[in-house]
């Protein structure tokens, strides 16, 4: 299975894109991993509500240009299901076995996804209800999806 992580908006500090790499390099036994970013919008401060909804429409369709229509679609979003590591790795590997073959996680930008990609989205997964650093929960995204791995093939992975 084919996994792409598209996210918006780049990975700016060294110690993300170290942490990053490193979890590219231990996936690659398992699975092949892409990651695309799509470019981030400015926001002004004190946007309005309806400025917002265009930032999160403009970034949502460049995100859709990644997103194939055979893909499996996990949406990261505040609304989401919240799962522990092993559901996780289990619904991963559900999808195996239903024979998926390119599974796409998303990551919007600072004020989150576009309607037009969680409609899209076939799950939406949350890791909390805290809000975290879009370059920081890519990290904490990869960890997940590399603990998953293990957890599947019966290898030690610490708690």
Not at 65 to 84: P, Q, T
Request: charged share 30%; hydrophobic share 40%.
């Amino acid at each position: 299975m084919k996994i792409t992580i598209l996210a918006v908006g780049k990975i700016k500090e060294t110690f993300y894109r170290n942490a990053v790499a490193e979890f590219q390099k231990r996936l690659s036994r398992y699975t092949k991993l892409e990651i695309i970013e799509t470019a981030d919008e400015k926001t002004p401060d004190e946007a309005s509500e309806t400025e917002n909804r265009k930032i999160r429409e403009m970034e949502g369709e460049r995100l859709m240009k990644h997103i194939r229509a055979n893909a499996y679609v996990i949406a990261l979003a505040i609304e989401g299901k919240m799962m522990d590591s092993l559901e996780l790795s289990e619904k991963i590997r559900q999808q195996g076995v239903y024979g998926t073959s390119h599974l796409v996680f998303v990551i919007g930008g600072s004020l989150g996804l576009a309607d037009m990609v969680l409609e899209r989205a076939d799950f939406k997964l949350s890791f909390s209800k805290m809000t975290f650093p879009h370059q920081l929960m890519r990290v904490i995204l990869l960890e997940q999806i590399y603990r998953s791995y293990r957890i599947m093939n019966h290898e030690p992975y610490h708690k």
